[in-house]
Structures are given as structure tokens and as C-alpha cells.
């Protein structure tokens, strides 16, 4: 059980399973519904929601492999808050993954307005990430998120917890 958990809620954390996929999207999509950089990011105002939650669940299936992603979950096994922990250098990919992935779905769905806005911020995101670190290799702790009805709830705490403990304890991987 979580610490900070609502005593009428029994929440427990795991890693992430494709099956959770589309639910953690939309927690996401609805964390960062008002986050100026995804509003930069996709700003068509009317779409946002539908785009947003397309670009998360793109962002979870790719971390998917590594495995660092950890969700906490209600009694009916639903997410309400979730992490990922990034490797440095972000996650192995070829050129076509990245385009059929990334590039292609979001210049269909979204348009070169807001891929372009995607690829600016992705670069800026790595400047600050970078400097921040001090070092060109560096872990990255992001995508963290509770469900908005829930603040203040632990959940947020507790997959921070969860990804810096497994770090921790299993030490960074030699590869992917």
C-alpha cells in the first residue's frame, strides 16, 4: 500500500504493462493538460486532450522495453500516478523507428506545425536536461504524474520512490 494513500483506497505500485497503456495515457494527457511546454507542444487548443494523450501513449510504448516505467494502481488495478525513468541517451532506436514512431504519426495526426514544436522542445528538454546533470550521459526522471483527482496522495511519491530504488538496488544497465 502507498504511503499518503486514502484510507478507503488500497493502491499498490508495479511496472508498467502494455495493457495499461491507454489508461496511463489519458492520466498523463490530463496531468498535463494545463503544462505550458505541452501546450507549446501541441497547441491546437481544441485538440489538445486527444493530442496529447496519442503523444503519451507513442511516449509509453516507447519506453515499453526497458522496462522503467511504474504505475500505481487502485484496487480495480487502474493507474493513478505513474513514472519513467529514462537511460541516458534515451532508448536505443534505428532511424526508421524513430521516424515511423514519432515523426510520421505526429506529422499525420497533429500536422509540421506541431512536429516542429515537438522536435524544438525535445532539443531544449535535452540542453536543460544536459546542463542540469552536468555530464552528457545522464538518468532522467520524467513522465511523473498523478491523477488530478488525487493530489497530494503519495501516488506521485511512490513511483519517485519505486524508480529510484530498482536504480539503486539493480544499478544502471550496461545496455539496452
Not at 40 to 53: I, N, S
Not at 89 to 101: A, D, T
Request: hydrophobic content about 40%.
Amino acid at each position: 500500500m502507498c504511503e499518503g494513500a486514502p484510507e478507503h483506497m488500497i493502491w499498490r505500485i508495479r511496472k508498467l504493462r502494455r495493457e495499461d497503456v491507454n489508461a496511463t495515457a489519458g492520466l498523463l494527457a490530463r496531468a498535463f493538460a494545463d503544462n505550458p511546454a505541452y501546450a507549446f507542444m501541441h497547441p491546437r487548443v481544441a485538440t489538445r486532450p486527444r493530442d496529447l494523450r496519442r503523444f503519451f501513449e507513442r511516449n509509453l510504448i516507447w519506453h515499453l522495453p526497458v522496462d522503467f516505467t511504474w504505475v500505481v494502481v487502485d484496487g480495480a488495478d487502474a493507474p493513478v500516478g505513474t513514472a519513467t525513468l529514462e537511460p541516458p541517451g534515451g532508448i536505443p532506436h534505428s532511424r526508421w523507428e524513430l521516424f515511423s514512431h514519432w515523426l510520421l504519426p505526429a506529422l499525420f495526426e497533429q500536422g509540421p506545425r506541431t512536429l516542429r514544436r515537438m522536435l524544438e522542445a525535445d532539443r531544449a528538454f535535452a540542453r536543460l536536461n544536459r546542463w542540469n546533470a552536468e555530464a552528457p550521459d545522464y538518468w532522467h526522471l520524467h513522465a511523473v504524474a498523478v491523477e488530478p483527482k488525487h493530489p497530494r496522495s503519495g501516488a506521485g511519491s511512490a513511483t519517485c520512490s519505486a524508480s529510484s530504488t530498482a536504480f539503486c538496488r539493480r544499478g544502471p544497465p550496461r545496455s539496452f
